[in-house]
C-alpha cells in the first residue's frame, strides 16, 4: 500500500503562505516578495527545501488534491521524486506527516481536502507573547487582576524557539506585552532582534494600498525607569510600534484609574522624547484601552462620544480581574454595532463571534504565548486550567498539530460550552458583560475545571460550587456564597 504524505496543521499553514506571499508581498517588480521568502528561508535548512515544499504543496491548498499511484504520494504533486530528499527534514518541522492508503485514494482526496477546510490554523496571523506577568502597575480596569509575582515569564530562548514555526508559516503579527513589558528589558531587546530578521517591517516595505507589511509592536505601560535609553535601545530596531496606553485625555482621572501620581506625565514625555529623537511620528500610539470617569454619565458625553465620532469605536471596560474587584461600571453600549449587554444566556453558537460565539478556540486568529508557558489564543483566557498546550511540556509544532486534541477546541466543538453556560449559577457573576468574551471565558473556565473536580472524586453538587467558587477567584468575582468553608 502507498505511503501518503500529508500536510499537518502548520504544514497547511506554511504551504498557504508561501503560495499567497506573491500576493500579500508583491510591488510591480516583485522586491518585496523576494525580501520576505529571503528572510523567511533562514527558518528552513536551506532556501532549496523552502522553494520545493512550496512547490510540492501549491495545488494542495486550494485545489482537489491531486493523488496519483506510487509506492510514496505527495498530495498535490504528480510526482514525488523531487520532494522526496526533503520529506525527513519536512517532518521534524512539523510541517508533514505520513499515512498509509489504505482505503480508495478518492475517498482520502476527500478527506484531506475536508481536513484542509477544517484546519484550525488557517486564519491566524499573529503571536502576542505575554513576556511576564509582573507589572509596576495595579490599575483598577485590569483584566489580569494586576500584577502575577509568580510569573516571571519563560527564558527568552524558549520563547525564540516557539516563535519559529508560526514565523515559518508566514505569520505577519508579533506583539510583545506583559504585565509590564519593560520590567525584562534585556529579554525585550533579545526577542526584537531575533525576530526582526524574519519580518517585513513598514521602513523596507512602506506601505500601499491592498498590499500588506509585517507588524512587530511593543505594548507597555509608560513607567520604562528610564525613557531615553529605552528608546536609543530601540533606535537601531527601525519599524517596531511602540503601544502605551493613555486611558483619557484627563490626567487626573488617568492617574485614579492607574494608581500611579505623574504617569500621564511620563507618557506625554516618553511621546514628546520618542518624536525629538527621531522616531516617525507613529511609532508611539495611544491605546484607548478603557475610560473611567466619574460619575458615569459625563464619561460617555465627554469621552466617549467625541472618540467614537473620530475613531469609529469607542473603548469598553473587560469586566474581569480588577475590574470586577473594584466595581467599575458595566458599559452597556453598543460594540461593533451589536447590542449590548450580554448575559449567559445569549451564548450561542448560532450567532455572531462578537454577540454570541467565539470561534477562536477552534479557529485562532492570533496565538498568545503566556508567561506560565501555557498557548491559547485569548488574553482573558489566562484563568484556564489548560489551553492548547504548554510549552512546559511540548514545542509549539506540536501544540499546534495537535490542537484539535486540546481540551479547549473539544469543548467549542462538542457544544460544552454551551451546557455549561446553562447550568453556571449567573448571581455568582453577575452580568449584564460588555463583551460577550465575558461569559464565555467564564463558563469555559468553570467547565474545565468542574469536570476536574468531578474527575478528582467530588459529586455533582461539591464540583459544580468548587468550580464556581475558583472561577470567581481567577477572575477576581467576590466569592460570596460560595466560600470555601461552606464547601466542605
Ligand atoms: S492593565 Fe496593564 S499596566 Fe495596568 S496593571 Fe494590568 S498589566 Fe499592569
Same mark, same amino acid.
Given at each position: 500500500?502507498?505511503?501518503?504524505?500529508?500536510?499537518?496543521?502548520?504544514?497547511?499553514?506554511?504551504?498557504?503562505?508561501?503560495?499567497?506571499?506573491?500576493?500579500?508581498?508583491?510591488?510591480?517588480?516583485?522586491?518585496?516578495?523576494?525580501?520576505?521568502?529571503?528572510?523567511?528561508?533562514?527558518?528552513?535548512?536551506?532556501?532549496?527545501?523552502?522553494?520545493?515544499?512550496?512547490?510540492?504543496?501549491?495545488?494542495?491548498?486550494?485545489?482537489?488534491?491531486?493523488?496519483?499511484?506510487?509506492?510514496?504520494?505527495?498530495?498535490?504533486?504528480?510526482?514525488?521524486?523531487?520532494?522526496?530528499?526533503?520529506?525527513?527534514?519536512?517532518?521534524?518541522?512539523?510541517?508533514?506527516?505520513?499515512?498509509?492508503?489504505?482505503?480508495?485514494?478518492?475517498?482520502?482526496?476527500?478527506?484531506?481536502?475536508?481536513?484542509?477546510?477544517?484546519?484550525?490554523?488557517?486564519?491566524?496571523?499573529?503571536? +502576542?507573547?505575554?513576556?511576564?506577568?509582573?507589572?509596576?502597575?495595579?490599575?483598577?480596569?485590569?483584566?489580569?487582576?494586576?500584577?502575577?509575582?509568580?510569573?516571571?515569564?519563560?527564558?527568552?530562548?524558549?520563547?525564540?524557539?516557539?516563535?519559529?514555526?508560526?514565523?515559518?508559516?508566514?505569520?505577519?503579527?508579533?506583539?510583545?506585552?506583559?504585565?509590564?513589558?519593560?520590567?525584562?528589558?534585556?529579554?525585550?531587546?533579545?526577542?526584537?532582534?531575533? +525576530?526582526?530578521?524574519?519580518?517585513?517591517?513598514?521602513?523596507?516595505?512602506?506601505?500601499?494600498?491592498?498590499?500588506?507589511?509585517?507588524?512587530?509592536?511593543?505594548?507597555?505601560?509608560?513607567?520604562?525607569?528610564?525613557?531615553?535609553?529605552?528608546?536609543?535601545?530601540?533606535?537601531?530596531?527601525?519599524?517596531?510600534?511602540?503601544?502605551?496606553?493613555?486611558?483619557?485625555?484627563?490626567?487626573?482621572?488617568?492617574?485614579?484609574?492607574?494608581?500611579?501620581?505623574?504617569?500621564?506625565?511620563?507618557?506625554?514625555?516618553?511621546?514628546?522624547?520618542?518624536?525629538?529623537?527621531?522616531?516617525?511620528?507613529?511609532?508611539?500610539?495611544?491605546?484607548?484601552?478603557?475610560?473611567?470617569?466619574?460619575?458615569?454619565?459625563?464619561?460617555?458625553?465627554?469621552?466617549?462620544?467625541?472618540?467614537?465620532?473620530?475613531?469609529?469605536?469607542?473603548?469598553?471596560?473587560?469586566?474581569?480581574?480588577?475590574?470586577?474587584?473594584?466595581?467599575?461600571?458595566?458599559?452597556?453600549?453598543?460594540?461593533?454595532?451589536?447590542?449590548?449587554?450580554?448575559?449567559?444566556?445569549?451564548?450561542?453558537?448560532?450567532?455572531?463571534?462578537?454577540?454570541?460565539?467565539?470561534?477562536?478556540?477552534?479557529?485562532?486568529?492570533?496565538?498568545?504565548?503566556?508567561?506560565?508557558?501555557?498557548?491559547?489564543?485569548?488574553?482573558?483566557?489566562?484563568?484556564?486550567?489548560?489551553?492548547?498546550?504548554?510549552?512546559?511540556?511540548?514545542?509549539?509544532?506540536?501544540?499546534?498539530?495537535?490542537?484539535?486534541?486540546?481540551?479547549?477546541?473539544?469543548?467549542?466543538?462538542?457544544?460544552?460550552?454551551?451546557?455549561?453556560?446553562?447550568?453556571?449559577?449567573?448571581?455568582?457573576?453577575?452580568?449584564?458583560?460588555?463583551?460577550?468574551?465575558?461569559?464565555?471565558?467564564?463558563?469555559?473556565?468553570?467547565?474545565?475545571?468542574?469536570?476536574?473536580?468531578?474527575?478528582?472524586?467530588?459529586?455533582?453538587?461539591?464540583?459544580?460550587?468548587?468550580?464556581?467558587?475558583?472561577?470567581?477567584?481567577?477572575?477576581?468575582?467576590?466569592?460570596?456564597?460560595?466560600?470555601?468553608?461552606?464547601?466542605?
Amino acid at each position: 500500500m502507498p505511503t501518503v504524505v500529508t500536510l499537518t496543521n502548520l504544514g497547511w499553514r506554511t504551504a498557504h503562505f508561501l503560495k499567497t506571499a506573491r500576493r500579500q508581498y508583491d510591488n510591480p517588480y516583485g522586491q518585496h516578495r523576494q525580501l520576505k521568502l529571503d528572510k523567511i528561508s533562514g527558518l528552513w535548512p536551506s532556501r532549496t527545501s523552502m522553494n520545493e515544499f512550496g512547490n510540492s504543496f501549491l495545488h494542495y491548498v486550494t485545489d482537489r488534491p491531486y493523488i496519483d499511484r506510487d509506492d510514496l504520494l505527495v498530495v498535490g504533486k504528480k510526482s514525488a521524486e523531487a520532494a522526496r530528499p526533503f520529506l525527513a527534514e519536512w517532518e521534524k518541522l512539523g510541517l508533514i506527516s505520513f499515512l498509509t492508503a489504505n482505503r480508495r485514494l478518492s475517498a482520502l482526496a476527500d478527506e484531506i481536502k475536508t481536513a484542509s477546510l477544517q484546519n484550525p490554523l488557517r486564519i491566524v496571523k499573529g503571536v +502576542v507573547v505575554e513576556l511576564t506577568g509582573l507589572c509596576n502597575l495595579n490599575c483598577r480596569h485590569c483584566l489580569k487582576g494586576g500584577s502575577h509575582p509568580e510569573e516571571y515569564g519563560l527564558p527568552a530562548e524558549t520563547i525564540a524557539e516557539a516563535l519559529k514555526p508560526l514565523l515559518r508559516a508566514g505569520i505577519n503579527e508579533i506583539e510583545f506585552t506583559g504585565g509590564e513589558v519593560t520590567l525584562r528589558q534585556n529579554d525585550l531587546f533579545t526577542l526584537i532582534d531575533f +525576530v526582526k530578521d524574519y519580518l517585513l517591517l513598514e521602513h523596507e516595505r512602506p506601505f500601499k494600498l491592498g498590499e500588506m507589511f509585517d507588524d512587530l509592536f511593543i505594548t507597555h505601560n509608560g513607567t520604562v525607569k528610564d525613557p531615553k535609553e529605552f528608546l536609543l535601545r530601540l533606535l537601531p530596531f527601525p519599524g517596531i510600534r511602540l503601544q502605551v496606553s493613555l486611558d483619557t485625555l484627563d490626567p487626573a482621572s488617568m492617574e485614579m484609574n492607574r494608581q500611579r501620581p505623574g504617569l500621564f506625565a511620563r507618557v506625554m514625555y516618553l511621546a514628546i522624547l520618542s518624536q525629538q529623537l527621531g522616531f516617525p511620528k507613529h511609532r508611539v500610539s495611544f491605546v484607548l484601552n478603557s475610560a473611567l470617569r466619574e460619575p458615569d454619565k459625563d464619561w460617555e458625553a465627554d469621552f466617549c462620544a467625541p472618540f467614537r465620532q473620530r475613531l469609529g469605536m469607542f473603548p469598553y471596560i473587560i469586566q474581569l480581574g480588577n475590574a470586577v474587584k473594584n466595581g467599575l461600571p458595566h458599559t452597556d453600549h453598543f460594540y461593533c454595532g451589536i447590542p449590548q449587554p450580554l448575559g449567559f444566556a445569549d451564548l450561542s453558537p448560532g450567532k455572531p463571534n462578537m454577540c454570541g460565539w467565539c470561534h477562536g478556540y477552534v479557529k485562532p486568529k492570533e496565538i498568545y504565548i503566556r508567561p506560565t508557558g501555557s498557548v491559547g489564543n485569548c488574553p482573558y483566557a489566562y484563568g484556564l486550567p489548560e489551553e492548547f498546550g504548554s510549552l512546559s511540556d511540548r514545542p509549539m509544532a506540536e501544540i499546534l498539530n495537535n490542537l484539535q486534541r486540546s481540551l479547549p477546541y473539544q469543548l467549542f466543538t462538542t457544544g460544552a460550552i454551551a451546557e455549561a453556560a446553562g447550568q453556571m449559577d449567573s448571581t455568582a457573576f453577575p452580568g449584564p458583560f460588555a463583551s460577550s468574551c465575558e461569559p464565555i471565558v467564564l463558563a469555559h473556565c468553570y467547565v474545565q475545571l468542574f469536570r476536574r473536580y468531578q474527575a478528582a472524586g467530588d459529586n455533582e453538587v461539591i464540583a459544580r460550587a468548587k468550580a464556581t467558587l475558583e472561577t470567581a477567584r481567577r477572575y477576581k468575582y467576590p466569592v460570596g456564597k460560595y466560600a470555601e468553608q461552606e464547601i466542605r
